[in-house]
């Protein structure tokens, strides 16, 4: 069954300030691993999906890395800014079994970004 | 553009007051998920539908149950709430299972409230 954990359980930070978000899971056989953002009382929102053949995926300001080999990824956010404060979930899928595809949540990253 | 629809966003119901939630997909996937995410906790799957093909998690409650009448729509049915299914319930859909770049797209999820 995999488990993911994210440290830290909080962060914050002044304006400006570059941050890495670390997301840790268990079963390596993994065929993807998405990052998501939530705000307060709101859905999540997609923020990257790195397949299991790449070792990084960038979007903006976002840029998300993958090593199966050591059950790790890390989401690295440049230059923050206030709209940034969210919570910050990673995802990773159950890659057999019957719980095949079931994706696991870490119990996300709650980001502060204050002016 | 709203891919992944949500009614109502917030819902009020009372204890053992069945409630039904539903979800709109304009994406056209094959999968539709159920979520539940209690406050300060990782979303949990309650089940996922692939195409017509359901799936329970073990875990899941006997009291939540689902219909998925076509590709477009899926309901969540709590057929006696209690005060510990207050939560946010989250729909999801991807195009498909265990393939890499097939990334989770979410609604802006329903806030239930048990009175």
């Known amino acids: ?19 890495v978000l670390n997301c840790s899971f268990t079963d390596s056989a993994i065929y993807n691993l998405q990052w998501f953002r939530q705000d307060p009382g709101k859905g999540l929102t997609s923020l ?11 979007s903006g ?6 090593d199966k080999s050591s059950g790790r990824s890390t989401l690295y956010i440049a230059a923050s800014q ?11 899928p159950n890659a057999g079994g019957t719980s095949y595809g079931k994706l696991t949540f870490g119990q996300g990253t709650i980001l502060t970004v204050h002016p | 553009d709203a891919m992944v629809i949500q ?3 917030y819902q009020v119901t009372q204890f ?14 094959n999968v539709m998920y159920w979520y539940q995410q209690k406050s300060s906790q ?7 539908y692939y195409d017509k093909d359901f799936n329970n998690e073990a875990d899941t409650p006997d009291n939540f149950q689902s219909r ?3 590709t477009s729509f899926c309901f969540l049915d709590i057929r006696s709430p209690g005060l510990g299914d207050a939560a946010m319930y989250l729909c999801a859909t991807s195009r498909v299972v265990g393939v890499g770049n097939s990334p989770l797209h979410f609604g802006n999820g329903t806030r239930l409230t048990v009175t």
């Open chain 1, 1 to 19: 069954k995999q488990e993911v954990t994210q440290i830290p359980a909080a962060l914050s930070v002044p304006e400006g300030e570059n941050l």
């Open chain 1, 48 to 58: 990257l999906l790195i397949q299991s053949s790449q070792r990084e995926q960038t």
């Open chain 1, 61 to 66: 300001r976002l840029n998300a890395s993958l």
């Open chain 1, 82 to 92: 206030p709209g940034d404060s969210a919570t910050y979930l990673c995802a990773a």
């Open chain 2, 7 to 9: 009614n109502p966003r």
């Open chain 2, 16 to 29: 053992g007051k069945p409630v039904t939630l539903s979800c709109s997909q304009t994406l056209n996937h």
């Open chain 2, 42 to 48: 990782a979303p949990k799957l309650l089940f996922h």
């Open chain 2, 68 to 70: 998925r009448p076509n």
